[in-house]
C-alpha cells in the first residue's frame, strides 16, 4: 500500500461525528515503513486527536524516530495543511527539507516542505543553555 492509499484508507475510519471532517494522514519513516493516523474528535473539543498526531504515535510506538515524507487528506475545497501544533509534531521528527502533501479527497494537491509550515520551529537547540 502507498501513502496515499493508506491515508485514503485510514480517513475512512476517523471519529468526526461532531464535524464530520474526517482527515487521514500517512508519515514514511526513514526505514520506509509507512504509518497512518485520523482524526479522532471527542465531545469535549479539545481532548481529541489530529490525524497527524496518529500517524506520529504509531510511528513511535513502532520504535521509530525520524519522518522522512508526509501525506494528508481530507475532503475540503482546498488541500489543508496541519494545524499549529501538528506543525510542531511533525517538526520534532521531520527535518526542514521532508515534503509535505496536502491533498483533497478530488486530488487537488498542494506540496511544502517542512521548513516553510513551520519556519523558526522551536526545537532541540532552542533548550541548550
Known sequence: M???????AVRLNAHAP????????????ASGVIYAGCNV??????????????AISAMVAAGETE?????????????????GGCRQRLAEFAPPDVAITMMTVS????????GELLPGA????????
Open 18 to 29: 461532531y464535524s464530520g471532517f474526517k482527515v487521514g494522514a500517512a508519515i514514511r519513516s
Open 67 to 83: 519522518i522522512t515524507e508526509v501525506l494528508i487528506i481530507a475532503d475540503a475545497k482546498e488541500p489543508i495543511t496541519p494545524c
Open 41 to 54: 474528535e471527542n465531545v469535549a473539543y479539545p481532548e481529541g486527536t489530529c490525524a497527524e498526531a496518529g
Open 2 to 8: 502507498d501513502m496515499l492509499d493508506a491515508a485514503k
Open 122 to 129: 522551536f526545537d532541540a537547540k532552542s533548550m541548550e543553555t
Open 107 to 114: 486530488g487537488q494537491t498542494k506540496t511544502a516542505q517542512m
